[in-house]
């Protein structure tokens, strides 16, 4: 949700379901290729961390591949903090969430079944209601 | 030396203090468990971290409930399923471990792992070695639990989220050790500019942040 809206807050057009599943290569952010190509060494831990790590450096310098970690390391907390707890979609954030869930099959997560207003959205949409 | 000054130079200096005040805290005694137990829970987010792929926590039950041990084979389960199978917990699962450990105490110990996770990720992401784990402290938990708790945003009782995003009051059941997540929330992702679009504060742009931010989010399954 913040990805699209920060995107359209300095004009840019952002394809959600590559940044999502993708390899990055049509998300339209800059340096998205790098970026997740670290993300997913950093979650996993791995033998190809080190050679990420070093190509994002090339692409963005080091501040910015240490930004990159941070928000990984946070956001993995903060998952943790959802997922644990149960908590569901923010009122506010239903309608979007559901577009997006729909987009990127996020919807398939078994975690979406915290939030069933998603659910029951998606079908309104998918049946024109 | 202080924890985490050889992280000084690459990280800023409210990430860092956030890291030392988690520190400062994990091994004293909590709401609900002793300062050993807290740093039980800590030691088995390292030692099952990072997750091998094989490994799988399987069914709860199986698990002994009690031991000789600091934490018992049960809670080490519970602390492995929350830090790495967190996208399997369901409503069954979470009642099941309320049943055997009681929402306060799954709380706490759900807090002291996303605490954890968040420092030792960090280190691993920049291939810096994890801090040591500081020393337990001797004492009773204060057996506390916040007045104003509301049911309907999780599984877990919370407080009302207002004006705040549901994550924010997620493990607020667990007052002090929430307060301490969200201290690092602050710091090394929204600093007081949640609302904000275009961001100053952070060497990439806000989206980039984003992008690395739902990446992360899909690879752990989580909808929210």
């Known amino acids: 949700m913040l990805l699209s809206s920060s995107s359209a807050a300095i004009d840019e057009t952002i394809n959600v379901s590559d940044a999502v599943t993708g390899d990055g290569s049509d998300v339209g952010v800059p340096y998205s290729e790098q970026l997740i190509t670290f993300t997913e060494a950093a979650h996993r831990v791995d033998d190809s961390l080190p050679v990420a790590r070093e190509n994002l450096i090339a692409a963005i310098g080091e501040k910015g591949m240490i930004d990159a970690a941070i928000t990984t390391a946070v956001f993995r907390s903060l998952n943790i903090a959802a997922d644990s707890s149960g908590i569901r979609i923010d009122d506010e954030w239903e309608e979007i969430a559901a577009h997006l869930a729909m987009e990127t099959a996020a919807d398939e997560f078994s975690t979406a079944a915290n939030s069933p207003n998603i659910q029951n959205r998606i079908h309104s949409i998918h049946h024109g209601q | 030396m202080k924890p985490f000054e050889p992280l000084q130079g690459k990280l800023s200096t409210e990430i860092i203090e956030s890291f030392q005040i988690v520190w400062d805290h994990l091994g004293l005694p909590g709401s609900w468990w002793t300062g050993k137990e807290r740093i039980g829970i800590a ?182």
């Open chain 2, 43 to 224: 030691s088995e987010v390292r030692q099952s971290n990072p997750r091998k792929l094989w490994e799988k926590v399987g069914e709860l039950e199986n698990y002994d409930k009690d031991s000789g041990e600091i934490l018992s084979p049960y809670v080490k389960a519970v602390v492995r399923i929350v830090a790495n199978e967190t996208s399997n917990i369901d409503q069954q699962i979470y009642d099941e471990i309320i049943n055997t450990i009681g929402d306060d105490k799954y709380a706490e110990l759900a807090a002291v792992v996303t605490q954890v996770v968040a420092i030792d990720h960090l280190c691993d992401a920049l291939g810096m070695e994890r801090e040591p784990l500081p020393d337990p402290k001797e004492g009773d938990p204060r057996l506390e639990r916040p007045g104003g708790l509301v049911d309907g945003v999780a599984f877990l009782p919370t407080f009302t989220a207002d004006n705040l995003p549901h994550v924010a009051v997620s493990l607020s059941l667990a007052q002090a050790d929430n307060a301490r997540r969200m201290l690092l929330v602050r710091a090394m992702y929204s600093g007081s500019s949640f609302g904000e679009m275009i961001w100053e504060h952070r060497n990439l742009t806000r989206p980039q942040i984003e992008l690395v931010a739902a990446r992360t989010s899909a690879l752990n399954e989580c909808f929210y």
